[in-house]
């Protein structure tokens, strides 16, 4: 039996089986995904606006970039952000035009199955929860981090416990209690990059009592690219430049999650698609400008972007505030970072725990996952990445900012494997309607640039993945830390997809067997409601997002 006809034989009348991808009771006027009745749709269009915008801004932009900077110089910088995020917004081009079409919670996982191979369906998503088990413990240390710059009176231990039980209990609530939350602390990390991105221009344009005009003087002195691992010449130069995509990857990861939740989405084949197309214009205000503004205001031979302590006074705004005697500004950046690791820890719980349930919902994890709470939460599933927040407490035997620069490896390198994936998985997509016969028009949503973007996308990040440890393997400079969190992901990705292969003998679904069809006529079947004209104080919302 063929995968399309095996499907079609798992339609049901009247009710929906999410496993099956066939459509779902009548709910109002329209039917449903299994799913989408038992995890409740709270995210509006705003909540998913802001997460795609800001709510995977943390420690990897406020703090990170500094790295960045003192590792490749201004240009090699800005450049490594603006390269890093013009390939992001082809991954984000390509998950949105998917869930357009298949909003399934789990997103990217749950397409894997029908789209590739079950068996990439497995090893990505197991890939997924690694990552989240992860990165909520990196900004659950980052947070800890981030107090002691008040008071070191407590140990980071109480500080760790209490931002992980604070993750918890917001994703233990109702799916809108977490959206208005994201919305609520991407405003203050909005306000604060553009609160300091007008700081920044004010120093560098003199307009601060006591400083000189800066202008580009930083760009020439020390000049516009580092000699990374003092190595000379262009080499330097350039391996000083390709380093910044860790950096950026790490800052950039989690941007996928609009669709994470694509179930718990009100009107998902429009709202998805919206906060895609707006991605981009986004990353150029939010990351690249905040990028420009740092290599214009701080040298990137200055001895405070590699202190080590890894709270406010590492980021390069809050250095060039000292430079220039403003001395509230510390205070504020501590405290809006500090919201915004809590915020990035919400989105990895999130789209950890998701994942989860879409790998349960496929076969692939255990049944018990999918039991959810009155508010309709996956709460087994949030438990069991809750777990692994314990390996914040391992900052309490080494250098928090040691153990924070593991856990930002392994995250980068996670995320360099998911949108790999994601393009990979897209690629299939469209040549499997290119074979079909199915028009682009025929789709809900058809993302601009493919397939140019995926194949960008999936040829930029492979390479970044292969040398992203390059640094191990210049003469004298071996560290094995490095190597392992840089490399992990590879074998670990493969050994999930084969080793599936080996015991379920699953096999890659051919284009012609895909289901497209079928999931453009539920499409078809069941239009949205039509979206309301905003009013008064929401399109003050909207200009936000």
């Known amino acids: 039996m063929s995968f399309s006809e095996e499907k079609d034989k798992n339609v049901y009348e009247g009710k929906l089986d999410a496993e099956s991808g066939s459509t779902g009771p009548v709910v109002g006027d329209e039917?449903?995904?299994?799913?989408?009745?038992?995890?409740?749709?709270?995210l509006q269009q705003r909540h998913i606006q802001?997460?795609?915008?800001?709510?995977?801004?943390?420690?990897?932009?406020?703090?990170s970039s500094g790295r960045a900077l003192a590792a490749a110089g201004p240009v090699g910088a800005l450049l490594g952000y603006l390269f890093t995020g013009i390939l992001v917004s082809g991954v984000v081009l390509s998950i949105a035009e998917l869930s357009s079409l298949v909003p399934l919670t789990g997103s990217y996982v749950r397409h894997a199955e029908y789209f590739f191979d079950p068996a990439l369906s497995f090893a990505i998503g197991w890939n997924t929860v690694y990552s989240c088990c992860v990165s909520i413990p990196a900004e659950v240390t980052a947070a800890a981090v981030l107090i002691s710059f008040w008071t070191t009176a407590v140990s980071n231990g109480v500080w760790i416990t209490i931002m992980g039980l604070l993750i918890i209990g917001t994703n233990m609530c109702f799916i809108r209690v977490y959206g208005e939350l994201e919305f609520s602390f991407s405003m203050l990390k909005i306000m604060l990059i553009i609160g300091l991105i007008i700081m920044g221009l004010c120093i560098d344009l003199g307009g601060v009592p006591g400083q000189h005009r800066l202008g580009f003087q930083y760009w020439r002195n020390p000049g516009p690219f580092v000699q990374y691992l003092g190595l000379n010449g262009s080499l330097g130069h350039f391996l000083g430049?390709?380093?910044?995509?860790?950096?950026?990857?790490y800052a950039y990861s989690g941007?996928?999650?609009?669709?994470?939740?694509?179930a718990e989405t009100k009107s998902p084949r429009r709202n998805i698609p919206k906060a895609a197309k707006r991605i981009f214009i986004r990353v150029i205000l939010f990351y690249v400008i905040s990028i420009l503004i740092v290599t214009m205001i701080v040298p990137s031979n200055s001895p405070f972007l590699l202190n080590g302590s890894g709270n406010a006074s590492e980021s390069p705004f809050v250095i060039a505030a000292n430079l220039a005697g403003i001395k509230v500004v510390p205070h504020i950046v501590n405290a809006v970072v500090l919201t915004s690791a809590w915020s990035s820890g919400n989105s990895s719980m999130l789209g950890g725990s998701r994942t989860l349930y879409g790998l349960a919902r496929e076969g692939h994890a255990p049944k018990f996952l999918l039991r959810t709470n009155r508010y309709g939460i996956p709460y087994i599933c949030v438990s069991f990445i809750s777990v692994f927040i314990a390996l914040g407490y391992m900052t309490l035997q080494d250098s928090a900012s040691i153990v924070f620069g593991w856990f930002q490896d392994l995250v980068s390198a996670a995320a360099l494997v998911t949108w790999i994936t994601i393009c990979l998985v897209y690629l299939r997509f469209?040549?499997?309607?290119?074979?079909?016969?199915?028009?682009?028009s025929e789709l809900p949503w058809a993302a601009p640039f493919q397939p140019y973007a995926a194949w960008m996308g999936l040829l930029g990040f492979g390479l970044i993945l292969l040398t992203g440890g390059f640094s191990v393997f210049i003469h004298g400079d071996w560290d094995t830390e490095t190597f392992f969190s840089s490399y992990f992901n590879i074998p670990l990705i493969f050994l999930l997809y084969f080793g599936y292969k080996f015991i379920k003998k699953s096999k890659v679904v051919s284009l012609d067997e895909m289901p497209i069809r079928h999931y453009i006529d539920i499409a078809n079947e069941n239009p949205e409601p039509e979206e309301i004209p905003a009013k008064g104080l929401q399109k003050l919302n909207i200009l936000w997002t």
Do not use: D, H
């Open 255 to 262: 941007i996928e999650s609009i669709a994470a939740a694509a």
């Open 430 to 440: 469209y040549y499997a309607c290119k074979r079909q016969g199915i028009r682009r």
């Open 31 to 42: 039917q449903v995904f299994e799913e989408e009745k038992e995890l409740r749709r709270g």
């Open 50 to 63: 802001m997460i795609a915008l800001a709510g995977t801004i943390g420690t990897g932009l406020f703090l």
């Open 241 to 249: 430049f390709w380093t910044t995509f860790s950096n950026a990857a």
